[in-house]
């Protein structure tokens, strides 16, 4: 099956460092990918919707300028958390549709950022 | 616009007993529906899926759901479920452009 790979899995930052994320499609090609911020114990809230060569549709009451979007080719999208606070601590967890949107959905196995 | 409600927060069960997940819908288009489980500190694995065709659909780990148009639900069932079923189950139903998720429920398998 179809496998998205996400890096790092787990990071712990300081409170006004930025972050990337990676996410990549590993056998297939994506020209979107969704982005999901997931708090303990609830379900996941999609942050934004990244899209090759353009620029990222975030979602309502997401910063865009907080969360950087790039997919900057088929296979990789990352998320750039910039100036991270407390706050910003959460699981972050990426997709990609193989086929049209409608279709499979596969996840990456997440990333957990901790903002001391 | 498309809606998800997974009524039970959690579902607590003893091992080898039947379980059913809940999950209602609403939408005014044709929709395809989901379920993803989620292990601890996990990504989302699919579980099953209906885009069209028979209504009962078989997933993976002896999983099945049943599409009913009428009473607008996708419910989730297993006849007898193992501790290793303990996890976060979601149902989903895409969108025009995205997945909405349900708000998960608990599968806690007792020995």
């Known amino acids: 099956g179809a496998v998205v790979s996400q890096h790092p899995s787990w990071v712990i930052c300081k409170s006004g460092t930025s972050v990337k994320i990676e996410c990549r499609s590993l056998d297939f090609q994506a020209t979107t990918m969704f982005w999901y911020r997931q708090f303990p114990k609830q379900s996941l809230m999609l942050m934004a919707t990244?899209?090759?060569?353009?620029?990222?549709?975030?979602e309502q009451g997401v910063e865009k300028d907080k969360f950087l979007i790039n997919h900057a080719s088929l296979t990789l999208s990352t998320l750039t958390v910039t100036s991270a606070h407390p706050e910003d601590s959460s699981f972050y967890i990426c997709s990609a549709p193989r086929g049209g949107l409608a279709d499979t959905q596969y996840f990456g196995p997440g990333t957990r950022l901790t903002v001391l | 616009a498309q809606s998800v409600t997974q009524l039970d927060s959690q579902v607590p069960v003893f091992e080898e007993a039947p379980v059913e997940l809940r999950c209602n819908y609403s939408s005014s288009v044709s929709v395809y529906l989901f379920w993803y489980v989620q292990y601890p500190n996990q990504g989302l694995q699919l579980l099953l899926k209906?885009?069209?065709?028979?209504?009962l659909v078989k997933g993976i780990n002896g999983f099945e759901a049943e599409f009913n148009k009428s009473q607008t639900s996708f419910h989730l069932r297993k006849p007898s479920v193992h501790i290793s079923d303990t996890a976060e189950y979601f149902c989903a139903v895409s969108g025009i452009d995205k997945l909405i998720f349900g708000t998960g429920t608990l599968l806690a398998v007792q020995p």
């Open positions: 209906y885009l069209s065709g028979s209504t």
């Open positions: 990244s899209n090759e060569g353009s620029k990222a549709t975030y």
